[in-house]
């Protein structure tokens, strides 16, 4: 399997061309031979004349350079139809989507457009008049939805990377079902220019690819604020760094969780939850009871009205022209009163506010990604009972203004492939990301529907970024510590774990509520551990305010020889406290403690 980083090294060294990666991502095309995948396929010969084109340019630092990717077809791509799965309504633009523009100038190439469930309404894949794609791991079972030829596209091998839409769960659900990984960026990250909506106030464009670092690597291409885009948002996405040691995940009580009989998916997050635990995550559990309100308002509520917008022209004039359970769904909308619209809001609002505590509390919420998997034979013989089950534990992230990624967790001996998906407020993508990233570098599968092992993870470029001051923290700021959700509501983010040279001790402040007190000494020194977290220069000043004495900001030297700024302590206020250095880490010595 190519990923965008083999991709990159291989056309930079020389080792490949970008026109032998054209010319391979066509050949796989031809052997893999489903027709359903694209809706429009553009002709080899035209994609190796713009490789020839970037080849001659010789701007190799492109950050992807001759990457080849596939675009759901509810992406404008200019001169290539938009259909959103649906003939009738197909036109072709004369302009590129934002994020298709941006793709082009990092150096990307468009192979073309996939096929979708109709107009992006489905998470099953099979609402399209362009056929069904076929699922890269397993044939039998849906592709999943809407985003259907997009994730198989990736999962087949057929592209690294490829361009989806989420809503409801389009962007997630499709890469548990074909073993990759599913992006789906804070509401307004992304630009939705040229998107042809499904819930104006909800979409947002996805991404699929083989691994973590290869979908932020696009994400950090796309992602940007849009001045024509009415609903683009100035966030940042922040540097992939490494997991903090100890994340506060939230989790299913067993009462709550809801696998609908399979048996098979209920291990699979068993198992998750475990390699959360032995990679030291803090599991806690949830009531998951307004997340699961406010998922059945998305399909229940108005908020369909806005997919009867989408539509509307076909629905009023030529509704046979649209997809008989695609219609079902989405003509109740145009009924929707503006009171049933402000009665759903008021609701929201209120779900909102009993979540937002829960969300406090923890650093992701982990799910899985969809409680079953099935069969085409199934869901054609149940079309909207089985996707909405889907839906369970993805309806309502958009309404709630979460990010998230989905990667995968295991392939069942029946060739079944399960996922979970972590969550967390807008605004925090790259950290989901990076605890993404250390989930499933502790596991074994392989990349998509291949065979070989996944790749071991590259080293990270060490984060820079203007405005924010590194800070190391030893104490009840630790991840997973008591303290670590105020410094994270000072725009902290985590940066890696560290160790000082052994020249400091570590003394238990005295107080009500444990603290340790840092302090460099002239002999008998120890290495102690810590983590250091970047926070904007505003939030290093609120930090200071909540500093009480004896602790201070200072400089504090790490083994790798760099030297930061930390928590230290005075040390003639730490005569006769007790020296908790053997513990080497105030985290070790809680435990201890407890």
């Known amino acids: ?50 490789a020839a084109a970037l080849e001659a340019a010789s701007n190799t630092d492109l950050p992807l350079y001759g990457v080849p990717v596939a675009v759901k077809d509810n992406i404008d791509v200019a001169g290539l139809p938009t259909t959103a799965a649906c003939p009738a309504f197909a036109y072709v633009p004369e302009r590129d989507a934002t994020v298709v523009a941006r793709l082009k100038a990092a150096g990307a190439l ?217 219609r079902a769904i989405t003509e109740p909308g145009g009924k929707a009163s503006a009171a049933d619209a402000f009665r759903a809001m008021y609701r929201l609002k209120e779900l909102r506010a009993r979540v937002a505590p829960i969300l406090a509390g923890i650093d992701a919420l982990l799910l899985p990604t969809a409680p079953s998997a099935y069969t085409v034979e199934e869901v054609l013989a149940d079309p909207i009972r089985l996707n909405s089950r889907n839906g369970t534990y993805t309806n309502f992230v958009n309404l709630m203004d979460l990010c998230g990624i989905a990667v995968p967790t295991k392939i069942t001996a029946a060739g079944v492939p399960y996922g979970i998906t972590l969550l967390a407020p807008a605004g925090r993508d790259a950290e989901m990301a990076a605890l993404g990233r250390a989930y499933v570098a502790a596991g074994t599968l392989p990349l998509g529907c291949g065979h070989a092992p996944a790749p071991a993870l590259p080293a990270l470029a060490p984060a820079s970024e203007p405005g924010r001051l590194d800070v190391c923290v030893f104490g009840a700021h630790l991840s997973g510590m008591p303290l670590n959700g105020d410094l994270k509501a000072m725009g902290a983010r985590f940066v890696r774990a560290a160790k000082t040279v052994p020249s400091y001790r570590m003394k238990l402040l005295p107080g009500a509520i444990p603290r340790p007190g840092v302090v460099r000494v002239t002999a008998d020194g120890a290495a102690v551990e810590g983590e250091v977290w970047s926070l904007p220069f505003e939030g290093v000043g609120r930090l200071l305010a909540t500093i009480p004495a004896p602790l201070g900001l200072g400089q504090v030297e790490l083994d790798d020889g760099s030297r930061v700024t930390g928590f230290l302590a005075e040390a003639a206020a730490l005569e006769g406290a007790r020296d908790i250095t053997e513990f080497r880490s105030f985290r070790a010595f809680s435990a201890a403690a407890e």
């Open 1 to 50: 399997m190519q990923t965008v980083a083999s991709l990159l090294e291989a056309h930079r060294s020389g080792l490949r061309s970008v026109s032998d990666t054209v010319r391979g991502v066509y050949a796989r095309l031809a052997v893999h031979d489903d027709p359903a995948m694209f809706i429009t396929l553009r002709e080899e010969a035209d994609v190796l004349a713009e």
């Open 110 to 326: 468009i192979i073309g457009k996939t096929n979708l469930d109709q107009f992006a309404t489905g998470l099953v894949g099979v609402r399209s008049p362009y056929g069904i794609p076929r699922n890269s791991v397993n044939p039998e079972l849906v592709p999943g939805g809407s985003s259907s030829g997009s994730a198989v596209a990736v999962g087949a091998g057929i592209v690294p990377v490829s361009l989806g839409t989420d809503t409801a769960g389009s962007g997630r659900v499709p890469a548990m079902l074909n073993n990759i990984v599913g992006l789906k960026p804070s509401l307004g990250l992304v630009p939705n220019t040229g998107l042809v909506p499904a819930c104006k106030t909800l979409d947002c464009i996805s991404i699929f690819a083989l691994t973590v670092d290869d979908a932020m690597a696009v994400l950090d291409v796309i992602a940007g604020f849009d001045e024509q885009d009415a609903y683009s948002r100035d966030l940042p996405v922040g540097p992939l760094t490494a997991a903090p040691p100890a994340p506060v995940l939230g989790i299913l009580p067993e009462a709550q969780r809801e696998f609908f009989g399979d048996a098979e998916s209920a291990v699979a997050y068993e198992e998750a939850l475990a390699r959360f635990a032995a990679l030291g995550a803090v599991l806690k559990e949830i009531d998951f009871s307004a997340f699961a309100e406010t998922a059945r308002l998305l399909y229940e509520g108005p908020w369909v009205a806005e997919r009867w917008i989408a539509a509307e022209h076909l629905l009023t004039t030529d509704p046979d022209a649209v997809h008989p359970v695609t």
